[in-house]
Every structure is written in C-alpha cells, then in structure tokens.
C-alpha cells in the first residue's frame, strides 16, 4: 500500500524530519503535538490546562485533514513533564472525546520540545480508503 502524507496549515509545521501524519490505508500515524499556535507557531502559554487544549486543536485539524476527525482515533500516547497534571488530562480530555474512548497510554518524560508541558501522538482509523 502507498503512503499518503498529511499536511495542513491548520496545525503546526513539522519543526524537524517528519510529517504531521502518515496514511495508509485506512490508517493513520499522527506525529506528536504540542502546544504551539499555527498561525505563530508559539507556545500558546504556560498554563497547562490551555496548553492541553492547544493539543487537542491541532490533533483535531490534523484528523480532518486526513479525513477523519478526533474520535476516529483508536490510541493516543500523552507524554507530561509531569505526572501529577493527569488529572487535568482526563478532564480535558473528556470534553474531546465520547466513549467508546480509544486506548491510551501517559508517561512522564524529563523535557518535550520548545520546553512544553504536553505531547499527543496517536493513531487513527479511518471508516473507509476514502
């Protein structure tokens, strides 16, 4: 099956060797997001609640791009410099996704990139090649 690349202006520019989202097939790899705003392409800010909310925006816009949408994601991989903010993962999460929720995965990390807070990457599955 041939690779399709995904690319739009509505999320951050890949700021290194990759895209912002493979497909092939049905399926779709979408590199990590972090809290940057496309149209600056800066950190939205310090909080981390809106900068939870500016990954969630950008894996949306990544999704529609591909022709899908944010519930069509089956894993998401959430990578914190900190633990404890979890919870407000969860909560926000919850206004992004219904159940059935896609599987999922948090660990903590020492540093993301542009000194962030949160990353999402994750898979989708598309209902159709279409």
């Known amino acids: 099956m041939a690779k399709v690349i995904i690319s739009t202006d509505n999320a951050p520019a890949a700021i290194g060797t990759y895209s912002q989202a493979v497909k092939v097939g ?3 790899y979408l590199s990590g997001q ?3 705003v496309p149209e600056s392409m800066e950190v939205i800010s310090e909080d981390f609640a ?3 909310h500016q990954v969630f925006k950008n894996l949306i816009a990544v ?3 591909s022709g899908g949408e944010l519930q ?3 894993k998401v991989n959430i990578f914190l410099t900190d ?3 979890f919870s407000v993962v969860n909560e926000i999460m919850s206004q992004y996704f219904k159940t059935p929720y ?4 948090a ?3 020492s540093a993301l990139p542009k000194a962030v807070q949160i990353e999402i990457d994750g898979v989708m599955e598309l209902p159709s090649t279409n």
């Open 83 to 85: 633990l404890s903010t």
């Open 50 to 52: 809106e900068q939870t």
């Open 107 to 109: 660990v903590q990390v």
């Open 102 to 105: 896609p599987a999922r995965a």
């Open 26 to 28: 049905t399926a779709v």
């Open 34 to 36: 972090i809290p940057l």
């Open 72 to 74: 069509d994601m089956v």
């Open 63 to 65: 999704c529609k791009a």
